[in-house]
């Protein structure tokens, strides 16, 4: 769901199936996909730190 | 607070419950999100989507192991009352889980399950036109559960021709009760299928192919074993079971739905991107798998009440997909909803495994039936659902007509194998 939600932030291992954070620092441009992208996550595994 | 204060009628697999599911759920959302039943031994009533979820990732507390008592009965597990036959990894814990899980992952990725999108088009293009020309068609019998059948033979390297002996018990094992005559003729059934699947393991011990059976009778622990044949079984039953009749369950749900509502075939067929969406909301509206069970091993509180080793929690992923506090009009179709953070799929280390493939068969199949039987419309007096909906929430059988129209061909003899003619 979150790869659905911020493509750009989010990858697929394609050697489990698991999405992963490609990078940790999320641009400012991506930033309300990302917020959906935590919202749309259904085991809460997405944690925003604001800096 | 007691049990006695939390006491509810309630029994998953009651007919009553298919009709009533929508609002129990609602109200016990509201009213009594941790409840207490009585029936079949008693088991807590989990419906709120943050207590479902936090129980499905708590391997510390609770527990799925399935066993077989001193008289052979099965006990433990994810069903009430428990199903036989073991699941790997479904019925197995952390951190043994992790070896199985790491071992087929890699067959089940969205990457992976791309290479057999080619075959899936190819079958469903065969199914309809096995159909097509006579404007009639058994939608769950003629589509929806071939296809997701012969997509799982065909990664685990078995004659797909055999299709209809395997999809066919495995839906009865689910729409009967365990313990029941029914139940018990279907277990009956499933175990040709099981015999197959043994000789092939044997058989492609030192001579592989490139199918999964192959792979797992060949893989060799660190320390140099083979996998023995009681877990090599529970693998594959696992995989023919999350095979043939989840996605099949999905597709019957989905069908009745589009039959009813035009406009959303029309956006569907118009709007290519609106469907890996729709796709997600159909899971969370439906949830084919309705709930999953957790034994607490460990005393535990869930939601301020105390929960006991050796109680069963039945966690309803159905209602978690219907709380109001995630889910705005949560008992509506919205094609587009997101974000969408349902739990058709299940939550935590069991989180279902073929979830890419289910997507996949889904919507290969909904795209060719919008393509070429754009105007099907289900007899909805002869539609049978399933005789309990409660661990599986699906259709026996969902009759549709349509204007007739043209087979494509594409494959012939591939057609011929499955035996589709008509």
Same mark, same amino acid.
């Given at each position: 769901?979150?790869?659905?939600?911020?493509? =750009?932030?989010?990858?697929?291992?394609?050697?489990?199936?698991?999405?992963?954070? /490609?990078?940790?620092? %999320? #641009?400012?441009?991506? =930033?309300?996909?990302?917020?959906?992208?935590?919202?749309?996550?259904?085991?809460? /595994?997405?944690?925003? %730190? #604001?800096? | 607070?007691?049990?006695?204060?939390?006491?509810?009628?309630?029994?998953?697999?009651?007919?009553?419950?298919?009709?009533?599911?929508?609002?129990?759920?609602?109200?016990?959302?509201?009213?009594?999100?941790?409840?207490?039943?009585?029936?079949?031994?008693?088991?807590?009533?989990?419906?709120?989507?943050?207590?479902?979820?936090?129980?499905?990732?708590?391997?510390?507390?609770?527990?799925?192991?399935?066993?077989?008592?001193?008289?052979?009965?099965?006990?433990?597990?994810?069903?009430?009352?428990?199903?036989?036959?073991?699941?790997?990894?479904?019925?197995?814990?952390?951190?043994?889980?992790?070896?199985?899980?790491?071992?087929?992952?890699?067959?089940?990725?969205?990457?992976?399950?791309?290479?057999?999108?080619?075959?899936?088009?190819?079958?469903?293009?065969?199914?309809?036109?096995?159909?097509?020309?006579?404007?009639?068609?058994?939608?769950?019998?003629?589509?929806?559960?071939?296809?997701?059948?012969?997509?799982?033979?065909?990664?685990?390297?078995?004659?797909?021709?055999?299709?209809?002996?395997?999809?066919?018990?495995?839906?009865?094992?689910?729409?009967?009760?365990?313990?029941?005559?029914?139940?018990?003729?279907?277990?009956?059934?499933?175990?040709?299928?099981?015999?197959?699947?043994?000789?092939?393991?044997?058989?492609?011990?030192?001579?592989?192919?490139?199918?999964?059976?192959?792979?797992?009778?060949?893989?060799?622990?660190?320390?140099?074993?083979?996998?023995?044949?009681?877990?090599?079984?529970?693998?594959?039953?696992?995989?023919?079971?999350?095979?043939?009749?989840?996605?099949?369950?999905?597709?019957?749900?989905?069908?009745?739905?589009?039959?009813?509502?035009?406009?959303?075939?029309?956006?569907?067929?118009?709007?290519?991107?609106?469907?890996?969406?729709?796709?997600?909301?159909?899971?969370?509206?439906?949830?084919?798998?309705?709930?999953?069970?957790?034994?607490?091993?460990?005393?535990?509180?869930?939601?301020?009440?105390?929960?006991?080793?050796?109680?069963?929690?039945?966690?309803?992923?159905?209602?978690?997909?219907?709380?109001?506090?995630?889910?705005?009009?949560?008992?509506?179709?919205?094609?587009?909803?997101?974000?969408?953070?349902?739990?058709?799929?299940?939550?935590?280390?069991?989180?279902?495994?073929?979830?890419?493939?289910?997507?996949?068969?889904?919507?290969?199949?909904?795209?060719?039936?919008?393509?070429?039987?754009?105007?099907?419309?289900?007899?909805?007096?002869?539609?049978?659902?399933?005789?309990?909906?409660?661990?599986?929430?699906?259709?026996?059988?969902?009759?549709?007509?349509?204007?007739?129209?043209?087979?494509?061909?594409?494959?012939?003899?591939?057609?011929?194998?499955?035996?589709?003619?008509?």
């Amino acid at each position: 769901m979150c790869v659905l939600a911020c493509p =750009e932030v989010f990858l697929v291992n394609d050697e489990d199936g698991h999405a992963y954070v /490609a990078s940790e620092q %999320v #641009e400012k441009k991506f =930033e309300e996909a990302f917020r959906l992208a935590a919202k749309s996550c259904p085991e809460r /595994a997405i944690q925003i %730190v #604001e800096e | 607070m007691t049990k006695a204060d939390k006491l509810i009628a309630f029994d998953h697999h009651s007919r009553e419950h298919t009709r009533t599911w929508v609002d129990t759920y609602r109200h016990l959302r509201a009213n009594c999100p941790i409840a207490w039943t009585e029936s079949h031994g008693g088991y807590w009533v989990i419906t709120r989507l943050d207590d479902v979820v936090t129980i499905a990732q708590d391997t510390e507390n609770f527990t799925k192991r399935k066993w077989q008592d001193e008289n052979g009965t099965w006990r433990g597990g994810g069903t009430i009352p428990t199903m036989s036959g073991l699941l790997i990894p479904d019925d197995i814990d952390p951190p043994e889980w992790k070896y199985y899980r790491h071992l087929l992952n890699p067959w089940f990725t969205p990457k992976t399950v791309a290479h057999t999108r080619a075959m899936a088009e190819l079958v469903a293009s065969l199914l309809v036109d096995a159909v097509i020309e006579t404007g009639r068609v058994e939608m769950i019998e003629q589509l929806a559960s071939p296809l997701p059948t012969i997509m799982t033979l065909q990664m685990l390297g078995m004659p797909l021709e055999d299709w209809r002996e395997y999809a066919e018990p495995s839906h009865e094992a689910v729409y009967t009760v365990p313990g029941t005559e029914p139940y018990k003729r279907a277990v009956q059934r499933l175990q040709w299928g099981e015999a197959q699947m043994g000789a092939a393991l044997k058989a492609r011990r030192g001579n592989p192919g490139r199918d999964l059976i192959s792979f797992i009778a060949n893989t060799q622990r660190p320390e140099g074993d083979h996998l023995t044949d009681i877990e090599l079984m529970g693998i594959c039953r696992q995989i023919l079971g999350g095979g043939a009749d989840t996605t099949t369950s999905l597709l019957g749900n989905v069908f009745i739905y589009l039959s009813k509502h035009p406009e959303a075939c029309r956006r569907l067929r118009d709007d290519p991107k609106v469907a890996p969406f729709a796709c997600e909301e159909f899971l969370r509206f439906f949830t084919p798998i309705h709930s999953s069970v957790r034994n607490v091993r460990t005393p535990v509180t869930i939601g301020g009440t105390r929960l006991q080793p050796g109680e069963r929690a039945f966690i309803a992923y159905a209602s978690a997909n219907r709380d109001e506090k995630y889910f705005e009009d949560a008992d509506t179709i919205k094609l587009d909803r997101f974000p969408n953070p349902h739990i058709g799929f299940g939550a935590g280390v069991h989180r279902c495994l073929g979830s890419h493939m289910a997507r996949l068969s889904f919507s290969v199949l909904v795209n060719e039936v919008l393509r070429r039987i754009p105007d099907f419309r289900i007899l909805e007096d002869q539609a049978e659902q399933y005789g309990t909906t409660g661990v599986v929430n699906g259709w026996v059988r969902v009759p549709a007509t349509f204007t007739p129209g043209r087979r494509e061909n594409r494959d012939p003899d591939l057609a011929k194998r499955l035996r589709l003619g008509s």
